[in-house]
């Protein structure tokens, strides 16, 4: 089997595709299933992020070489054994190749998806696998009337059992010590854009200029902004699955961020021979591009020199778990903390945004009593 990746030549509907996976038999002709597939699950299908092109397109190249090694039939789903397809996969997946336990479910979802659209494509009668009701963690405490399920789930039989490692957030030391650390002003605004709105690192590398303005010459008087994030508003921003939603972000910041735009972005803007529509800039004035990924670097290389282990996705967990503590240790009226917090990060279900209510559970009582005024008072300090 081959994978390769298209050029600008790939072109569909009259749009050109770079990057689209494509994959190969070994005669160098089209993989016709496979490609169908990628055709209607990452261009008409439920995905329309290019980020899951890589990891579809490698799944299913692992897969059919998998397939081919051992001289096996992809649509042979009644091949008579007690053991699937599929389900032999994940074994190799866990026993030959030790791949991590994520990283096995993340294949075998893409590749059930494949089977998935076999069916209805009519190219296998049945599925290689199957559902059974599974038990599932039951919420207890705070906000437990947000479980329905009755304590079950259907689950894929093939799929092992997920034990997800509760996220890592930095607690207020932490955040001190980070922050004191960053002594380059455009790498501390992007780690404050991060802990004060939870934002996902694509959601800040294309945060827009045009969102900043001076709080205290805007006729509003509010103490939290309400900041609309639209993909669709000419400004840049890209949001995940380019769903429009609203954040809300303190006066207090909101005054910092237009600070760092008068006084301190400029140094970079005049580097950029065309006017930019982000907020942050690299050190040639450009936006950062492919995602923000850099913004890992500038993150994971502060925290080193400040002697600790983070990265651009921790700081959204830090923000996300420290707002939840402070919504419930001083509940506004009317206020559903975690609905609040579903809001502000963007997740289309809020049972994603529960785990966090794991981590607010398990977290003594010395916790934040509140969170952005401390950010704030930081800023004051420096």
């Given at each position: 089997?081959?994978?390769?990746?298209?050029?600008?030549?790939?072109?569909?509907?009259?749009?050109?595709?770079?990057?689209?996976?494509?994959?190969?038999?070994?005669?160098?002709?089209?993989?016709?299933?496979?490609?169908?597939?990628?055709?209607?699950?990452?261009?008409?299908?439920?995905?329309?992020?290019?980020?899951?092109?890589?990891?579809?397109?490698?799944?299913?190249?692992?897969?059919?070489?998998?397939?081919?090694?051992?001289?096996?039939d992809w649509c042979d789903v009644d091949r008579g054994e007690a053991k699937s397809l599929v389900a032999a996969y994940r074994d190799y997946c866990k026993e030959a190749c030790e791949l991590a336990p994520n990283t096995t479910r993340q294949r075998l979802t893409y590749i059930?998806?494949?089977?998935?659209?076999?069916?209805?494509?009519?190219?296998?009668?049945?599925?290689?696998?199957?559902?059974?009701?599974?038990?599932?963690?039951?919420?207890?405490?705070?906000?437990?009337?947000?479980?329905?399920?009755?304590?079950?789930?259907?689950?894929?039989?093939?799929?092992?059992?997920?034990?997800?490692?509760?996220?890592?957030?930095?607690?207020?030391?932490?955040?001190?010590?980070?922050?004191?650390?960053?002594?380059?002003?455009?790498?501390?605004?992007?780690?404050?854009?991060?802990?004060?709105?939870?934002?996902?690192?694509?959601?800040?590398?294309?945060?827009?200029?045009?969102?900043?303005?001076?709080?205290?010459?805007?006729?509003?008087?509010?103490?939290?902004?309400?900041?609309?994030?639209?993909?669709?508003?000419?400004?840049?921003?890209?949001?995940?699955?380019?769903?429009?939603?609203?954040?809300?972000?303190?006066?207090?910041?909101m005054a910092e961020l237009y600070r760092y735009v008068t006084k301190v972005r400029g140094e970079r803007a005049s580097l950029s021979k065309t006017p930019q529509k982000a907020l942050l800039l690299n050190q040639s004035g450009e936006p950062y591009s492919d995602g923000g990924?850099?913004?890992?670097?500038?993150?994971?290389?502060?925290?080193?020199?400040?002697?600790?282990?983070?990265?651009?996705?921790?700081?959204?967990?830090?923000?996300?778990?420290?707002?939840?503590?402070?919504?419930?240790?001083?509940?506004?009226?009317?206020?559903?903390?975690?609905?609040?917090?579903?809001?502000?990060?963007?997740?289309?279900?809020?049972?994603?945004?529960?785990?966090?209510?794991?981590?607010?559970?398990?977290?003594?009582?010395?916790?934040?009593?509140?969170?952005?005024?401390?950010?704030?008072?930081?800023?004051?300090?420096?």
């Amino acid at each position: 089997m081959e994978l390769v990746w298209a050029t600008e030549d790939l072109v569909i509907a009259g749009q050109p595709y770079p990057g689209f996976p494509i994959l190969l038999w070994e005669s160098m002709e089209s993989c016709v299933p496979a490609n169908q597939f990628f055709r209607h699950y990452l261009l008409r299908g439920a995905i329309g992020s290019r980020q899951s092109w890589p990891s579809t397109g490698r799944a299913l190249y692992d897969f059919f070489s998998f397939i081919q090694a051992h001289e096996l039939d992809w649509c042979d789903v009644d091949r008579g054994e007690a053991k699937s397809l599929v389900a032999a996969y994940r074994d190799y997946c866990k026993e030959a190749c030790e791949l991590a336990p994520n990283t096995t479910r993340q294949r075998l979802t893409y590749i059930c998806k494949f089977y998935e659209y076999a069916m209805k494509e009519g190219w296998v009668k049945r599925l290689p696998f199957a559902y059974e009701e599974r038990t599932v963690r039951r919420e207890t405490g705070f906000l437990a009337h947000v479980d329905a399920s009755g304590g079950k789930a259907m689950a894929n039989d093939v799929m092992p059992r997920s034990h997800k490692a509760l996220p890592k957030f930095l607690s207020m030391a932490e955040i001190k010590s980070l922050l004191a650390t960053a002594d380059n002003p455009h790498h501390q605004i992007i780690m404050r854009l991060a802990l004060h709105t939870g934002l996902r690192r694509e959601e800040i590398a294309t945060f827009p200029l045009a969102y900043v303005f001076d709080p205290d010459k805007a006729g509003r008087t509010e103490r939290n902004l309400r900041i609309p994030l639209d993909p669709f508003d000419g400004s840049g921003m890209v949001t995940k699955r380019s769903k429009p939603r609203y954040i809300y972000v303190s006066r207090k910041f909101m005054a910092e961020l237009y600070r760092y735009v008068t006084k301190v972005r400029g140094e970079r803007a005049s580097l950029s021979k065309t006017p930019q529509k982000a907020l942050l800039l690299n050190q040639s004035g450009e936006p950062y591009s492919d995602g923000g990924k850099s913004l890992n670097r500038i993150i994971s290389e502060t925290g080193k020199r400040a002697g600790i282990k983070v990265h651009t996705h921790m700081l959204r967990h830090t923000y996300a778990t420290q707002t939840l503590v402070s919504l419930q240790r001083n509940p506004a009226n009317g206020l559903d903390p975690l609905v609040f917090l579903q809001r502000q990060l963007g997740h289309s279900s809020i049972q994603t945004t529960m785990v966090y209510l794991h981590l607010v559970n398990d977290m003594a009582d010395a916790a934040v009593l509140a969170y952005d005024d401390e950010l704030n008072a930081l800023a004051g300090a420096a």
